[in-house]
Each structure stands twice: as C-alpha cells, then as structure tokens.
Nanobody, 124 residues
Framework: QVQILESGGGLVQAGGSLRLSCTAS????????VGWYRQAPGRQRELVGA???????NSPDSMSGRFTISRDNAKNTVYLQMNSLKPEDTAVYSC??????????????????WGQGTQVTVSP
C-alpha cells in the first residue's frame, strides 16, 4: 500500500518562495515519474510541471523558470521549488506519482496515485 503526502504549503508574500515536498511511503515502492498540479477555486486543475525520466515536461511555469522540480531518491521525495510567487499562484497543489514496485529483481508498474494536496496562498 502506498501513501502520497504533500507538505510545505503555506502563506507567502508575493515575490517569495516555497518548496513543496511529495513523499511516497510504502515498502519497496518508488516514485518513477511525478507531476505537480494545482487547482484554484472554480478553476480546472492544471499541470504545473513534471519530472519524467529525469527530464522536465512542458508547462508555463516550468518554461518561465520560476518553478523547478528535483528529487531525493534516498528519501523517495520529489520537490517543487517555487520562486517569485504571484497571487495568481494561489491554489491547492497536488502531487501525482507513477509508482514502481521495486521489491523484486526488477521494478514493475504499481499504479498512479494522488496526494491530498497542500494549500499555497500568495498574498499581494
């Protein structure tokens, strides 16, 4: 059984920075690919950025350079570093992870899982 947990959200002033964490817990389970999404009230969920095979996917924020994704494999954690935050960045940020079961000789696909999300609020 896998559990995906996000943390690091909070209140920050415009221009500030936050680092969100996405951690997968479960014996033998590892994050293969991850996408960070956000959803503001009354708006559809949108992709913020993703890391797949060590490469970033296209997204407005990732292309702008304000947001970057990194990972710590030892901690089974993926980070979303958000700089130069704007009020329009206010949203619930969620981690979506493709999980591999690496308990055997090879890693096999385990499933796709979402965390509960963490609130990011950027004040003017």
């Amino acid at each position: 059984q896998v559990q995906i947990l996000e943390s690091g959200g909070g209140l920050v002033q415009a221009g500030g920075s936050l680092r969100l964490s996405c951690t997968a817990s479960g014996s033998g389970l590892e994050i293969r690919d991850v996408g960070w999404y956000r959803q503001a009230p009354g708006r559809q969920r949108e992709l913020v950025g993703a890391l797949s095979r060590g490469e970033f996917t296209n997204s407005p924020d990732s292309m702008s350079g304000r947001f970057t994704i990194s990972r710590d494999n030892a901690k089974n954690t993926v980070y979303l570093q958000m700089n130069s935050l704007k009020p329009e960045d206010t949203a619930v940020y969620s981690c979506n992870a493709e999980i591999d079961d690496c308990s055997g000789w090879t890693c096999t696909s385990y499933g796709n899982y979402w965390g509960q999300g963490t609130q990011v609020t950027v004040s003017p």
